[in-house]
């Protein structure tokens, strides 16, 4: 496959997925119980997956059809055709639903690396281990490993409050038919995910986005809430930004209000503006 269908700095730098390892330009990510090496050779996408096959093209989703989705949202104004033309090869990935679920909830009220330090501690000792390439990996445990974790396990790998949450929805997605919530629609789904104990809206868009097949969804952490108190307060409905406070209230209003800007592909729309605010804001 010709690698200017994907950058992978970009897809993989672009916050939505945490155990990633650059050497050489050569990446490896933490892919469930699998470790997925991924390259650049004379302009080819090269790569390998450890122990197991993953379908490498589908975990990138090689099958959307980009150029259909820029033309889409990138018509909606300058600053989202220049993001998308100067992020181009971003991919939003197809992550399994429980590892991006407990990575989002650790991801709450904190920075990439401490995400990282979390997942990575929690993998540790918890998960297996890989080797490949004369390095170790730790891969992400199963449910039933962390069902059998208590909390304090849980908060031995420096989760803070966070431990008790990731304890409740790892209970709660035992019982729940991921099947279902790929099927099911936008509300339906993000009101199942809300439910569970240490998932806020924010968590939940992430989880659609980048694990259950939601591109309309559209997260907003505080990068996003900069590009749009900038430039789509009109959007947004935010007319004195002095007043705004991001209720949960105000946050699902505002997300409902780009979702209907850029349509089924707002997910896309988000990606290259999250990359686009960390770049120049």
Known sequence: MKMDAINLKHTLES????LWYERRGIYYIVCSSNVVKVESCNGEFVYES??????????FRMDDDIHAINSSIGCKDALIAYASKRFKGLRIMRQDPFQCLISFICATNTNIARVRQMLECICRRFGGKIELDGRTFHTFPSVRALQDASINDLAGCGLGY????????????????VDDLVKGC??????????????GSKVADCVMLFSLEKLEAFP???WIGRVIARHYRHIAGIEDMAKFKFTPQMYRRVSSAMRGYFGRYA???QQYLYCYARAYM
Request: proline letters at 2%; glycine letters at 6%; charged letters at 30%.
């Open 15 to 18: 916050g939505q997925v945490f």
């Open 50 to 59: 450890r122990p197991e096959h993953v379908d490498v093209e589908r975990f």
């Open 162 to 177: 966070r431990a008790r949450f990731i304890a409740q929805a790892v209970h709660s997605y035992a019982e729940i038919d």
């Open 186 to 199: 936008y509300d339906d789904v993000r009101d199942m995910l809300l439910s569970i104990d240490g998932v």
């Open 220 to 222: 907003i952490d505080v």
């Open 267 to 269: 997910g896309y729309a």
